[in-house]
């Protein structure tokens, strides 16, 4: 038990003093561009799935008739 904690303490000096942190501005600005372009990308991919799901049921119902 006491590897683990040792190696936790250490982890966490090793966060605090070799880390290079970029500035907290960069890192909202960051956080906002990721969130767009993740909101950007689901609504891309839902919009092919709803398409490739409308093709794909007019095409099961012309192979149906």
Same mark, same amino acid.
């Given at each position: 038990?006491?590897?683990?904690?040792?190696? /936790?303490?250490e982890?966490?000096t090793e966060l605090k !003093?070799?880390? $290079?942190w970029?500035?907290? &501005?960069?890192?909202?600005?960051?956080?906002? /561009?990721?969130?767009v372009f993740?909101?950007l990308? !689901?609504?891309? $991919?839902?919009g092919v799935? &709803?398409?490739?799901?409308k093709v794909?049921?007019?095409f099961?119902?012309?192979?149906?008739?």
């Open positions: 038990m006491a590897k683990v904690f040792n190696y /936790i303490s982890a966490f !003093s070799n880390v $290079t970029s500035p907290w &501005s960069d890192v909202q600005r960051y956080t906002i /561009i990721v969130a993740a909101i990308f !689901s609504l891309a $991919t839902w799935d &709803s398409g490739f799901g794909l049921g007019v099961y119902s012309w192979a149906r008739a």
